[in-house]
């Protein structure tokens, strides 16, 4: 199965990404997981139907209202499994 990995920067920590980032999977059966990152970006996860995808990727493009994303970075990798759901990775 493949993955979708992206990288999220801009002013992405202390906003409620990852809470909102959570909810958004959620509701659209996204399985991954999602975690700050030490240089202030997010680290994202994902797996699903490509619709899904496709709309989980628009809101990781924009964040939630008080996020300022500047940059969204994307890459298709091969995983070694399934994500059994969307998890917060501290």
Sequence with gaps: MKTHHYI????????????YTKET???LSIKGTVRNLFNGDV???AQGETANLESFENFLGQGPPSAEVKNLIKKVV???GEYSDFRIVY
């Design 78 to 80: 091969d995983s070694e």
């Design 43 to 45: 680290e994202v996860y």
């Design 25 to 27: 999977a959620d509701k």
């Design 8 to 19: 999220v920067s801009g002013r992405v920590q202390g906003v409620f990404f990852r809470y």
